[in-house]
């Protein structure tokens, strides 16, 4: 492959994905239930496609909503509805202190390293304000201000996913964020990590439903003004849907992982790395890129990428803009400072890319389907907001004189009344 073949190439190897089935209805369904109806619908939701209670959760897809038309139906079973008592949406603290204290030491171990190293990275992420002073005079001041509530979404279809938690909960709290809230199945070891993050509450409800409740809040469940986190089809869906009205942190698709190896190369470690990414499920794309055909043979991956020289394989890893990029080999390592679409960039035979879901210190929200062409992985500013603070003061007459004109060729009279009251001298500071 030469370099000016690579958009070609990066579009039939996304291409080789299948498409996700679209559940934009029934997920619409959900949502519109949740806002009528606020914790029934959440109950009623739960107890049919969410997860078992009792630390256990439900396999395959269930775990995360879905499965299903949804609109319309009851309560079913387990006391969510009319019938009998009504369950708990929020799960009770003395739960999670259960949970944390009978945690696996070294898994407990694991999670406080991952905490520091996330937290560390994160509050670098942080700006102070900014003051600007202005040809005529005025004053704008740039502030970064914290939202106030945030939720973390931590799936827990297959497996529980306490990384996730840590993801989530650590970035938010090193953002300032007031009060950090997680939804997900309550699997023992989620609730540990909530306790070790020190999460304001849990809530024991998954899916689309939700995300709905935290979006919009219902009796049990307050409403955020962020969510962030992976899930299934039906959760992203639903972020997408409840876009307009709370933040989200993107549309997470299928996982995806590029390798670019030149000689030097460690390839039993480069296989391994192929093999864990293959693990995040069906749909998980492998892509590997070497100008070195023996290195290719001995790799498996999804699509593998003769090219013939590192400019071209550069130029394919910007083209698919993978959600992980890993440079393997003095010649691929070289790369590193000109790579710029890339969700997350592991440079050299050591930095494989289950350390970043981990303990790296790096986000492992990220990214996929090519978004990191203008997306970022998840970080402090998800949490913040930028927010303009404007002094005028002896500046509204030069600004009127400049302000007044553009207004009346919009044809905003008002406008210009507003301004050119200000620029009169008779109004003092």
């Known amino acids: 492959m030469r ?47 969410g997860a078992r209670r009792g630390g256990e959760v439900a396999g395959g897809g269930g775990a995360e909503g879905g499965g299903g038309a949804v609109a319309g139906g009851g309560a079913a079973n387990g006391g969510a509805g009319a019938g009998g008592g009504a369950v708990a ?10 949970a944390l204290e009978a945690l696996d030491p070294a898994v407990r171990a694991g999670l406080e390293v991952a905490i520091a190293n996330v937290r560390a990275v994160a509050e670098a992420g942080l700006d102070s304000d900014r003051a600007v002073t ?25 497996h529980p996913y306490p990384s996730t938690v840590v993801m989530g909960a650590i970035t938010a709290r090193a953002a300032g964020v007031d009060e950090v809230v997680l939804a997900t199945a309550p699997h023992p070891v989620l609730l540990a990590a909530a306790r070790l993050c020190e999460v304001d509450a849990v809530y024991a409800v998954t899916g689309a439903q939700a995300v709905a409740a935290l979006a919009y809040g219902t009796e049990s469940i307050p409403r955020v003004d962020v969510i962030v986190g992976p899930g299934s089809l039906w959760v992203q869906e639903a972020k997408r849907e409840v876009a307009h009205v ?63 020289d590192m400019e071209a394989a550069l130029a394919l890893a910007e083209a698919l803009a993978p959600e992980h990029l890993q440079l393997a080999g003095e010649a691929a ?29 790096s ?31 002896e500046a509204a007459p030069a600004l009127a004189a400049a302000g007044v004109p553009i207004a009346e060729a919009e044809g905003f009279a008002a406008h210009a009344a507003s301004m050119a009251l200000r620029g009169r001298s008779r109004l003092t500071p």
């Open 89 to 98: 949406l929020r799960v009770p603290a003395a739960a999670l202190d259960a």
């Open 363 to 393: 986000n492992h929200t990220l990214p996929t389907e090519g978004a990191a062409r203008f997306a970022s992985g998840l970080n402090v500013r998800h949490f913040r907001r930028r927010m303009a603070e404007v002094r005028l003061d």
């Open 134 to 158: 202005l040809p005529e005079g005025q004053t704008v001041t740039l502030r970064e201000v914290p939202v106030r509530r945030a939720a973390v979404y931590a799936p827990s279809g297959r």
């Open 333 to 361: 390592e070289a790369l590193a400072p000109r790579v710029r679409s890339a969700g997350c960039l592991f440079v050299g035979n050591a930095s494989g890319t289950a350390f970043g879901d981990y303990v790296a210190g």
């Open 246 to 308: 709370v933040g989200i942190d993107g549309f997470a698709g299928p996982s995806d992982l590029t390798v670019i190896a030149s000689a030097g190369a460690d390839v039993e470690a480069l296989r391994l790395d192929l093999q864990a990414q293959a693990e995040h499920g069906e749909g998980s794309l492998t892509v590997a890129v070497s100008d070195d055909a023996g290195i290719l043979e001995q790799l498996e991956a999804t699509s593998r990428v003769l090219a013939d």
């Open 3 to 49: 370099a000016e073949e690579a958009p070609g190439v990066a579009a039939q190897i996304r291409a080789a994905v299948p498409a996700g089935e679209s559940v934009a209805a029934d997920v619409a369904a959900i949502i519109a239930a949740v806002r009528a109806r606020g914790d029934e619908a959440v109950r009623e939701y739960e107890a049919r496609f």
